[in-house]
């Protein structure tokens, strides 16, 4: 590949529209984009047919065009209120309701399902489970998307889902280190701030994400938070080296894919702008995610 078509795979991006539009298409074939995200909310989503239609297509125009290099296909689909496909695919409640149950075998069932779904339209990565602990009581975006407020719990159940979404050849997407969960901003709006000592943040959130590499992830998402006990710049775990390569990669020794949260969110839009984008790349991002925030 040249140079350009390598800087296009790390974008992950999403479109507007239910088909192939004349955006999406230049995305491709003039900015050798790596990968797609579906959400409802731009539109992308009618039926389970027309999403077939839409990959089926767009994964043509990737395979004879540009680099040739076929997409990432990816969706936010992780049960309860965060779920794009509705109509035509099974309606699972939120990790929080999986998490009451303690059920390891209910965790591996709602994987396989949603991965054979995804899998039948051509999805194929997952941007879950979501591994964050939530024990923060004013919490305004994780909430019951957690699995619980126990870490060994999260830990347990996160790490039955992967495994089950591995074997059925559907990437999963662990998220949001280094943790989400101990906070009263939502990332969407603003930068939260996580005040963990070394100590806490090892025992309560490193747990999952460290479960969840012993499990073989494929992928594990950034969140857009400071953390001062892991990083005593103002930078957001995105944008860190420190979290990113110090941490994530050496420290744990994850080797597979790095990926942002979606870089339009407010917490990394409104201090950094474009810039952020590079940011995120040199201290160890993978895959820059830019959703229809």
């Known amino acids: 590949m040249t140079l350009e078509e390598k800087v296009g795979q790390?974008?992950?991006?999403?479109?507007?529209?239910?088909?192939?539009?004349?955006?999406?298409?230049?995305?491709?074939?003039?900015?050798?984009?790596?990968?797609?995200?579906?959400?409802?909310?731009?539109?992308?989503?009618?039926?389970?047919?027309?999403?077939?239609?839409?990959?089926?297509?767009?994964?043509?125009?990737?395979?004879?065009?540009?680099?040739?290099?076929?997409?990432?296909?990816?969706?936010d689909q992780e049960g309860g209120p965060v779920v794009r496909l509705r109509d035509g695919a099974t309606r699972f409640p939120s990790q929080m309701a999986l998490g009451a149950t303690g059920s390891e075998d209910l965790a591996r069932e709602m994987a396989r399902v949603t991965a054979t779904e995804l899998k039948a339209l051509g999805i194929n990565m997952n941007l879950a489970p979501v591994l964050d602990v939530n024990d923060h009581p004013e919490n305004p975006v994780i909430g019951i998307r957690s699995l619980g407020s126990s870490p060994a719990e999260v830990a347990r159940l996160g790490a039955a889902m992967i495994g089950e979404y591995a074997a059925m050849g559907v990437i999963a997407t662990a998220k949001h280190f280094p943790g989400h969960g101990h906070t009263s901003v939502d990332s969407h709006i603003s930068l939260p701030v996580v005040n963990r000592s070394p100590d806490e943040w090892q025992f309560t959130d490193l747990s999952p994400f460290q479960a969840a590499i012993d499990a073989g992830i494929d992928a594990i998402m950034t969140a857009h938070v400071v953390v001062p006990s892991l990083d005593d710049s103002p930078l957001p775990a995105t944008l860190s080296p420190a979290i990113l390569q110090g941490w994530l990669r050496e420290r744990l020794g994850f080797n597979g894919l790095i990926v942002t949260d979606s870089m339009t969110m407010g917490a990394i839009n409104q201090s950094y702008g474009a810039e952020a984008a590079a940011l995120a790349f040199q201290a160890g991002a993978d895959v820059l995610a830019f959703g229809a925030d």
């Open 10 to 75: 790390l974008f992950l991006v999403f479109f507007k529209g239910p088909q192939v539009s004349d955006d999406l298409r230049q995305m491709i074939n003039d900015y050798h984009i790596g990968g797609i995200v579906l959400f409802s909310s731009a539109g992308n989503i009618q039926n389970p047919a027309q999403v077939a239609r839409l990959i089926n297509d767009a994964q043509r125009e990737a395979t004879t065009h540009s680099a040739g290099v076929p997409l990432f296909v990816a969706i």
